[in-house]
């Protein structure tokens, strides 16, 4: 990026190339104004966040305590606060991205209103939201940048030339709250073709990351509920295809393809796959199927349908729906299966859903995709829909049993009882969920850690929280101490709504253009100016 000076100085040499045309226009407010707006179009953020990703995963690559994190956010103003507190808190926005979440697109984001986890929300409101989450987060640039660039003015009103050569120097070396977007595409709202045009629209919104998932894209089903149904792998591989040609189209070479698989509580599929000889793909993904061994032509009724499986003729369990079984406990065997075949089809990460947060389960299955593909790594889902306390004391639990240590003090399927908060297995399991990212990301391969709906879940609970008050005895004071009186405590933005919404962006825009004869919001009868 062009230092703030340099971008002044070149230009005032346009503005004097103009012969005087141009003499309203202050080349140090255009610069400024630059500065504010450093990614112009959706494929600008796209192939910038692309390089973080690609960088981020060498890292982890050679050292995985670099593992990277996100949370699910449904609205761009959701996006935007958690990225500007990040930075508050740790100085910097690095491994930090943002997650879309399907299932929120559906419950939240739908013309139909709240909607399953089934794709049946538009298609466009999903591509809608990543271009939502890039305005919210350009404007958080914007809006740092302006406080710098008041403070300059000030220091060069007070003549502090120390104190303004630290703000151009912070200026320059503004770090952008713009980070990467890891975009849930679900099963690809239709066939590869459909994939392929909805891809080119999530990346022309600035995606530079496409989760998609092998469920069958008409009978799609949240990963965390019942009847999951799969495709052959040769479907699946089309739509990666698809997304690789709609990077490759829009001149996103680096992007990034996260290939999710279901496998693991998915017990249907839609359909036998293609095969041409024993051991090829189509006879590994059939050779999964359950069945009946055909003894004589006796055992098949009218409309059955018989493969040749393990060298004898099977006919396979179909439901009346159409749908074929797979053989129970195929799950984790299946799902090694579909990620090598993944990333040898060049998926870039994997997403495994499982049904509980495990590293031991976790790390057995990526231990064995690594067998063959040695850079593998996935993208986990620490999902609301697990029981994350009960999960984790029950494995505490386990364990001690397993060890042969006494645990009759407890109650195994009682374990998420407040009595037990405060004991030692209690204590135990919250270390464990509390190093659960640094485990797993040492021990099973995990590259990023999101959680998928975690703002829903805050959202709901801050809400309820004031509601309870403020319509109950507390009246005033519930939103007085619990929200406002914090926020100035803890210092966050919004307790200045009208500035973090840009009234004082505006403001200096109404200065560049008009002048004195400007108009502003934020003199001295602002309100805002009660808080300092």
Known sequence: MTGLLEEIKALA???????????????????????????????????????????????????????????????GFIGQQKMLSIKKHFGTTKRSYLYLSGWMVAALRSEFGPLPDQSMHEKTSVANLIQELYTFLKQADAWELNHLFRALDDAKEAGDKSKEQELISQIDNHETHVVPIIADIDAGFGNAEATYLLAKKFIEAGACCI???????????????????TVPHEDFIAKINAVRYAFLELGVDDGVIVARTDSLGAGLTQKIAVTTEPGDLGDQYNSFLDGDVIENASDINNGDVVIKQNGKLVKPKRLASGLYQFKPGTGEDRVVLDCITSLQNGADLLWIETEKPHVGQIAAMVNRIREVCPDAKLVYNNSPSFNWTLNFRQQVFDAWEKEGKDVSAYERDKLMGIEYDNTELGQLADEWTRNFQRDSAREAGIF?????????????????????????????????????????????????????????????????????????????????????
């Open 448 to 532: 990023h850690h999101l959680i998928t709906l975690p703002t829903y879940h805050t959202a709901a609970l801050s809400t309820d929280n004031l509601a309870k008050g403020y319509f109950g005895d507390d009246g005033m004071l519930a939103y007085v101490k619990k929200v406002q009186r914090e926020e100035i405590r803890q210092g966050i933005a919004t307790v200045k709504h009208q500035d973090m919404a840009g009234s004082n962006i505006g403001d200096d825009h109404k200065e560049f253009f008009q002048g004195e004869a400007a108009l502003k919001a934020g003199g001295k009868d602002n309100t805002m100016n009660q808080f300092g």
């Open 13 to 75: 040499q346009l503005r004097e190339a103009q012969g005087g045309k141009w003499d309203n226009i202050n080349p140090e407010y255009a610069a400024r104004m630059r500065a504010q707006n450093r990614f112009h179009t959706g494929l600008d953020i796209a192939r910038y966040t692309a390089k973080i990703m690609r960088d981020d995963m060498a890292a982890y690559d050679a050292d995985t305590s670099k593992y990277t994190q996100s949370l699910g956010c449904w609205h």
């Open 211 to 229: 989760q998609l998932e092998n469920q069958v894209s008409d009978e799609k089903q949240c990963g965390h509920q019942d009847g999951k149904v």
